[in-house]
């Protein structure tokens, strides 16, 4: 399997490549949270995923944290985040 990384902030590279398109509603959704490692970063996750559950209903969670921010999320990941996940959050935190 091949894994291809995308920076959001710039225009795709290849035309193939579309962002997914958002979820109309986040009611019933599966939210991907990316923990980057750093510290704080899962409570701080944790605090978001809180809200959008008062807020949105969403159905559970995936947490995936991740060794060290300077890494990729590992390749197993990835796939469950994109089989499972409505919508994905990634979290700096410190």
Request: net charge negative; glycine share 8%; charged share 20%.
């Amino acid at each position: 399997m091949t894994v291809r990384l995308v920076d959001p902030t710039l225009a795709p590279s290849h035309g193939d490549q579309m962002p997914t398109a958002r979820p109309a509603s986040l009611d019933g959704a599966v939210l991907g949270l990316v923990n980057n490692g750093k510290a704080r970063g899962r409570e701080i996750l944790q605090r978001v995923a809180d809200n959008i559950a008062a807020n949105h209903g969403i159905r559970g969670t995936i947490l995936v944290t991740k060794p060290d921010s300077s890494f990729s999320a590992r390749p197993e990941d990835v796939e469950m985040l994109a089989a499972d996940a409505t919508a994905i959050i990634a979290a700096i935190g410190d």
